[in-house]
């Protein structure tokens, strides 16, 4: 049941976005609201090419060069998100708002250990030490109930490569 008094964690205001391509404009993203409310999930559903990829990317601002966010809000926490540059936004991806990639082999370099790469994402973010990272990301394994072991393995040696 929804709180309605409790504010909402993320709302999404008519957000438009636009690819430009060869062939002309593609509207990926029309006009497009949602809200969220703590401790809520909301799912995305529709046909491939609908614009449900095009709409993650417009909230974390990870777009490529041929895409414009041509108008709308995107409200986190106070914060629009549209109206932030690239310096700005940074520091609030990972920590305020994030995604994980359809294919996790995408997410992942395949030529680094999973555990190295998480370690590097927390120094950088998190501001940990490298002792501090590897304790934290066995915390986050065994919270996932993942053996220990997998943090020294390649992305290929996990299910599902
Ligand atoms: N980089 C791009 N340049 C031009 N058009 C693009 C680009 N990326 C996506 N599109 C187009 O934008 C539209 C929305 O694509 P999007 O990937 O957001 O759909 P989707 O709902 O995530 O699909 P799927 O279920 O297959 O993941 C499609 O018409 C797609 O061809
Ligand atoms: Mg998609």
Redesign the pocket.
Known sequence: MTNVESPDVLSVEDLTMH???SAGM?K??DGVSFSIKRGQSLG?V????????????SLLKLL?D??NIIGGQVNLGGIDLVLLNEDEMRPLRWNRISMVF?AAMNSLDPVYRVGDQIIEALEVHERYTRDEALKRVEELFELVSLDPGFISRYPHEYSGA
Not at 46 to 57: D, L, R, T, V, W
Request: hydrophobic share 35%; aromatic share 4%; glycine share 14%.
């Open positions: 690819y430009t391509t593609v990926a993203v995305l529709g046909e491939s090419g609908c614009g449900k990829s095009s709409i993650a990317i490529p041929n895409a359809q």
